[in-house]
């Protein structure tokens, strides 16, 4: 079972990124997929998350700016981000919750975890 993350990059502040994570090894359409970061000396953080049916939950620090978009039929989940700050630079790791029907931001929910896409965003 992997998660492949990709789309990161370097950014100026204000411009927008797409990044996208590739399941295989089982399909993940009925897992919650969700998005956490881990910015320099900080702890990992949740970002979004999204069920199968397509309902998002996204943190306060991300609301309208960010949102999550998943293609059940080909594994793949996306996160869309727009309106990018300085604070936004981290890596960006996805995860899938295959207990879970309801998004969580909880990180111990979810069992499954990708390798994470570093998103630098200048000043």
């Known amino acids: 079972v992997q998660l492949q993350a990709s789309g990161g990059g370097l950014v100026q502040a204000g411009g927008s990124l797409t990044l996208s994570c590739a399941a295989s090894?089982?399909?993940?359409?009925?897992?919650?997929m969700g998005w956490f970061r881990q910015a320099p000396g900080k702890e990992r953080e949740f970002v979004a998350a999204?069920?199968?049916?397509?309902?998002?939950y996204c943190a306060d620090s991300v609301k309208g700016r960010f949102t999550a978009s998943r293609d059940n039929a080909k594994n793949t989940v996306s996160l869309l981000m727009n309106s990018l700050k300085p604070e936004d630079t981290a890596v960006y790791y996805c995860?899938?919750?295959?207990?879970?029907?309801?998004?969580?931001?909880?990180?111990?929910?979810?069992?499954?975890w990708g390798q994470g896409t570093l998103v630098t965003v200048s000043s």
């Open positions: 999204i069920s199968w049916s397509g309902s998002i």
């Open positions: 995860a899938a919750a295959s207990r879970m029907a309801i998004p969580t931001p909880n990180p111990w929910q979810y069992n499954y």
């Open positions: 090894g089982r399909s993940f359409g009925s897992s919650v």
